[in-house]
């Protein structure tokens, strides 16, 4: 049964850092396009990052960009969303999911596995 797993998140003042990781289990990791994603509360799901199975890829969303950076580790079948510069806007649940395309599509619809997510809250 494919499962993925968020951790990492947590309570951290505006100006911090956090490693956020998704863990698999039940599939190999490498075969799947992996995308980052977030809930504010009130608001729509967003997309903020993508690291593609075949040549590793990255995206990211311009809301995100130069401060989010995604990775994978194939050997710990985990990847990983280091965030920097944490702002209270930034505030969400974060989820990882699974495209089995070999490229990001850009499109959610094409992610068919997705974590429960792990909260992530920015506040002084």
């Known amino acids: 049964q494919l499962q993925l797993v968020e951790s990492g998140g947590g309570l951290v003042q505006p100006g911090g850092s956090l490693r956020l990781s998704c863990a698999a289990s039940?599939?190999?990791?490498?075969?799947?396009?992996i995308g980052w994603f977030r809930q504010a509360p009130g608001k729509e799901r967003e997309g903020i990052s993508c690291?593609?199975?075949?040549?590793?890829?990255?995206y990211y969303a311009d809301s995100v960009k130069g401060r989010f950076t995604v990775s994978r580790d194939n050997a710990k079948n985990t990847v990983y969303l280091q965030i920097n510069g944490l702002r209270p806007g930034n505030t969400a649940v974060y989820s990882c999911a699974a495209d089995p395309h070999h490229y990001c599509s850009g499109y959610e619809s094409t992610f068919d596995s997705w974590g429960k997510g792990t909260q992530v809250t920015v506040s002084s």
């Open positions: 039940g599939f190999t990791l490498d075969a799947y396009s």
């Open positions: 690291i593609s199975s075949r040549d590793g890829n990255t």
